[in-house]
Nanobody, 123 residues
Framework: VQLQAYGGGLVQAGGSLRLSCAAS????????MGWFRQAPGKEREFVAA????????YYADSVKDRFTISRDNAKNTLYLHMNSLKPEDTAVYYC?????????????????WGQGTQVTVSS
């Protein structure tokens, strides 16, 4: 599967953005999906994950209650709705797919990665 993340940009603190991740191929619905991010000078970290049918979601503590992960299997698209953004949310955001279909918060468990989209939150 090929993934392409988009929707990033510059937003003021307290604002909102919606990231999207378009997937190629017919098997999107069989992949567990996740979002990760990497801030300058830091390692890539887990943000959110969603099960194959969307009924289970997982979040990093730092984004819980502010971000929402969702998917539309009919459109082969993954989303990340980000509200109440903070300057510390500034990072390159990556979408990832796990072919086993088992949801994970671990970066090493994902098989396919998108190219990343930059999110910058100004104070």
């Amino acid at each position: 599967v090929q993934l392409q993340a988009y929707g990033g940009g510059l937003v003021q603190a307290g604002g909102s953005l919606r990231l999207s991740c378009a997937a190629s191929g017919r098997t999107f619905s069989s992949y567990a999906m996740g979002w990760f991010r990497q801030a300058p000078g830091k390692e890539r970290e887990f943000v959110a994950a969603i099960s194959v049918n969307g009924d289970s979601t997982y979040y990093a503590d730092s984004v819980k209650d502010r971000f929402t992960i969702s998917r539309d299997n009919a459109k082969n698209t993954l989303y990340l709705h980000m509200n109440s953004l903070k300057p510390e949310d500034t990072a390159v955001y990556y979408c990832a797919a796990r072919s086993s279909g088992v949801t994970s918060t671990l970066e090493s468990r994902y098989d396919y990665w998108g190219q990343g989209t930059q999110v910058t939150v100004s104070s």
